[in-house]
């Protein structure tokens, strides 16, 4: 079993808001990240899928056409977009680094079969910024 | 003359969007930058200034002060901020990074000496992406 | 369950040195890292917890709370300090990455949940250059 | 248990060629990749080995013995060569970062043992460009 | 005057290797580069141009289109060729990054106006490897 | 005219304290960096030539060669050392990254021509850590 991993990312604004709450909790919840006008950041993506090398490849996995996976399903969803407000995977969720990478977990676990017989999907890792990141393992 | 400099970084909320033109023609010049939504980025900014070093000290500045500055006076007032709309500073401006790093430089220019009487601003250079930079020398 | 991690650094002179050894022994073992006048490092200190995202506000851990309570309880006292001197909790050990990153753990695993009540302590990674680091998992 | 772990580097040409294969097919399958001139790439090696730290070192291995034990044993073979044509172990075998990590780790799996009696190997991860990358775990 | 940089990359195979010189003397002077079955490096392209931003756009140059003509006009040429075999503009010179960057710089100078009237090519910087890279400014 | 740079690295202890001042006027000045058991880094150091390519070998200077005179005439000077006590060219000077930067200068510009007759020093440039970091042109 060897794990073979692709790097892709997106910028995306986004804004940590729960509508149940009030302004003034969230604020004291998010703090800046609640800012009304969002921020944004610089997303890398690095998917991970596992399988053995096919003998007439070497390849786990055609990282080509695991690259274009990613682009067509997520990156394209969610690159110069509003987290918030123009995702329909993340519609009605907060949108916390961790909610988008479970998201982009379950789109990624039903598409990878599209592209490879003998890959399985094992890790989505995301950093928000170089020092806040997250991984999901299904 | 030694040059010293200072990385600090904030994340912020844009979008290219000229008022003047119509959606259409924005689209067409700005593309995915003009997402109506904004989009965003985890700027990295570096902050260069030159002098002689002090003998005292052998500093040409101190850099605990010029990051206290550079926080105080840029990236406090850009942090989880929109450019366009959270920032009098880029208020009227297009929110181009080229845009930005010159009036990032107006304002160190003029408050450089309260932190030291050596030391000259030299560069001021501001990253989008990774992939993407700008740089500044007034 | 999601994995979150949050990256710290801090600075720090040590050496490796078994005061049951002669000089020359230290010497052999550990050559110039045993140089009596200390050297030192850039540590990158990266903390990774793992749980359930809480559905009010999408988090496993609020991010700033890690990182201040990483910087209470474990960078302000290495930071800018020598290992061997002047740290409580690496008195009489020997002033390796693979203990700091123990001693590490051992605080950290019982001051979380002074920060939350679903994050567990999954991981403590540090590196000590680009080229050397160590992971423990409990 | 810690887990440490050593970065080394290598440059080396290859290309991904099934010689069972028609050139179209070559093409078709590996594209760029089977370029007939070859092509080349910075890889980037991580090995990772896991043990208890020794009570009178505090290392789990020494790692200037792990870095000479990687540079005898696999980079000085690999290093400023071709993949393809100057490497024994690599001989009629696809030249894909997977087939590389496997045959990696069966050399540093037998030879680890004569640097220490403490250490297992537990990962060999090769970068063969910033965004690509594989694991193996034996 | 802005200073706007854009960072693109290539995979190349080359060698270091004067057809004047007996391999001898190739391989005493150029070492390991000298190697008859070629070598490879992941090579990092970053282009600065400079001018003052377009006030109806805040751009000193459309990034998109500075990135397009960078790979037509060069990492298509380069990417994942020869650079001894496949590169007509680098025929009959030695493969070395010094040469490759004086290429580069002169094909960008002549073809930067097809994208904009209003930027200057500054500097062709390139990474042969994260430690040895060249600057051109013409 | 090509501009050539070398990347090398050393680790080492400091600290920053002017023995004309008090305890209490260094501790005022210099903060948590005149704490008197030292602290340290891991630095990077840049080192850049600049000259014509030679027309048989492609090189304005062997890069080898260079690393060879770097690590000979400074890192093994400092790697793994103390600045304030072993360090004889920084005995009775402030051990500031300014005035270290500086006698690094000092010292490849009398000993680069030993390697190279078309070779000039261009830069000296140096990390103390990834966010601080000095240049010096001569």
Same mark, same amino acid.
């Given at each position: 079993?060897?794990?073979?991993?692709?790097?892709?990312?997106?910028?995306?604004?986004? =804004?940590?808001?729960?509508?149940?709450?009030?302004?003034? =909790?969230?604020?004291?919840?998010?703090?800046? !990240?609640?800012?009304?006008?969002?921020?944004?950041?610089?997303?890398?993506?690095?998917?991970?899928?596992?399988?053995?090398?096919?003998?007439?490849?070497?390849?786990?996995?055609?990282?080509?056409?695991?690259?274009?996976?990613?682009?067509?399903?997520?990156?394209? =969803?969610?690159?110069?977009?509003?987290?918030?407000?123009?995702?329909?995977?993340?519609?009605? =969720?907060?949108?916390?680094?961790?909610?988008?990478?479970?998201?982009?977990?379950?789109?990624?676990?039903?598409?990878?079969?599209?592209?490879?017989?003998?890959?399985?999907?094992? !890790?989505?890792?995301?950093?928000?910024?170089?020092?806040?990141?997250?991984?999901?393992?299904?």
């Amino acid at each position: 079993m060897v794990f073979v991993s692709r790097h892709e990312h997106f910028n995306a604004a986004h =804004k940590l808001y729960n509508p149940k709450w009030s302004p003034e =909790k969230n604020e004291e919840v998010f703090g800046p !990240c609640a800012n009304a006008n969002w921020h944004g950041h610089n997303f890398e993506l690095i998917v991970t899928v596992k399988g053995e090398p096919d003998p007439d490849t070497g390849f786990v996995v055609d990282l080509k056409k695991l690259s274009r996976l990613i682009r067509r399903e997520i990156t394209e =969803k969610l690159d110069h977009k509003n987290l918030n407000l123009d995702v329909p995977f993340m519609k009605d =969720k907060m949108a916390s680094t961790e909610n988008l990478v479970i998201e982009i977990w379950k789109i990624l676990v039903t598409t990878l079969s599209t592209i490879s017989d003998r890959a399985q999907l094992h !890790c989505v890792k995301l950093y928000e910024t170089p020092r806040n990141f997250v991984e999901y393992y299904g």
